[in-house]
């Protein structure tokens, strides 16, 4: 299951914890921190190993906190969480949730209702746990799956789960420590089993090079060159768009005008050239692709509607709840 957040929130149970105090050496401030995930069947912890942090000057702020920590919640920064609600998938059913965040103070026992994590200012000898706390309030049965897609599900032997598993389609702690070490020149470029690439590790990345095709429709993108670094792309599937890919040696006029007709009337979806493929036509989402062999707008309405079997990282997204949520607005 991948984890998902913003006005969506995806998750399995998330805690991150940071251990810490305001040291007495003049200048130099620690602070300790908790974040948990609370359920009506209890709490649970997720992150990185507890340690003592030094705040840099600049840190006022838990956002600033979890800034200069790279920590993130999903594929996102977590001081972008708010209050909202959320979902959880597995291959058969959706269950949605109500969400709201909590701060508790220990060292002073108060307790706030944030709405952003920027709010809260940090103080000398604050003890915190930061909640999420999360209430069940529907779910429903997910449709049939389209045959002419192929998803990878939750069994797929491709999705593992251990700590160095970054090209499964679930595995978020694994990304994550993959786009660490990559940040700090210790990660080779992924050798992805999809190609074009459906999950797994990415860059928290887009596109320099984009062209907005209307004013009114902000999120569709008509690619001039292929996406490049590659690792980009799972970053924009992870965010819940649609990316059609198509090999300008194997394409004719007409049905590239048809592909760019249709990005311009429909939002969340980039068009990108790609030498590479071997078919005319492959489209990708987060945990699944279809190929066609010529241009087929019926098959491209169903593949961006289509319910995921692996929710992307990126739920709450405006485009997640548009396309998987409430396709209709």
Not at 35 to 58: A, D, K, Q, V, Y
Not at 155 to 174: E, F, H, K, M, Q
Not at 295 to 318: C, R, T, V, W
Request: glycine share 6%; net charge negative; charged share 20%.
């Amino acid at each position: 299951m991948y984890i998902g957040i913003a006005v969506i929130l995806v998750v399995t149970g998330v805690t991150i914890s940071i251990l810490g105090w305001w040291s007495t050496e003049e200048g130099e401030r620690q602070v300790k921190l908790e974040m948990i995930i609370r359920t009506p069947s209890g709490e649970e912890n997720f992150g990185p190993p507890s340690s003592w942090i030094t705040l840099e000057p600049s840190v006022k702020t838990l956002g600033d906190l979890l800034r200069q920590e790279n920590i993130h919640y999903g594929p996102s920064d977590i001081e972008d969480i708010f209050d909202g609600f959320f979902a959880e998938q597995h291959n058969e059913q959706q269950v949605f949730y109500t969400g709201k965040w909590i701060l508790e103070i220990a060292n002073r026992q108060e307790i706030k209702y944030l709405d952003s994590l920027n709010v809260y200012s940090l103080q000398s000898g604050d003890d915190l746990r930061l909640v999420y706390e999360r209430l069940p309030m529907d779910q429903k049965s997910l449709p049939d799956f389209p045959g002419f897609i192929t998803y990878v599900d939750e069994n797929d032997v491709r999705n593992g789960v251990g700590p160095t598993d970054y090209l499964s389609c679930i595995n978020n702690g694994a990304i994550h420590n993959w786009y660490n070490s990559y940040q700090q020149g210790n990660a080779d470029v992924p050798n992805y089993p999809y190609k074009p690439p459906i999950c797994g590790a990415h860059i928290h990345a887009f596109p320099p090079i984009y062209q907005h095709v209307l004013p009114h429709n902000p999120e569709g993108f008509i690619l001039p060159n292929h996406i490049d670094p590659l690792q980009v792309e799972p970053h924009i599937l992870g965010h819940g768009m649609t990316i059609i890919h198509y090999n300008p040696n194997n394409i004719d006029s007409k049905t590239l005008e048809n592909l760019r007709k249709f990005v311009l009337d429909h939002s969340f979806i980039y068009l990108t050239p790609n030498d590479k493929l071997e078919t005319k036509i492959t489209l990708t989402r987060w945990g699944m692709f279809a190929h066609l062999d010529d241009y087929d707008e019926e098959k491209l309405k169903i593949f961006q509607n289509a319910s995921y079997k692996i929710l992307p990282p990126m739920h709450g997204s405006l485009q997640y709840y548009h396309t998987v949520i409430n396709p209709e607005t």
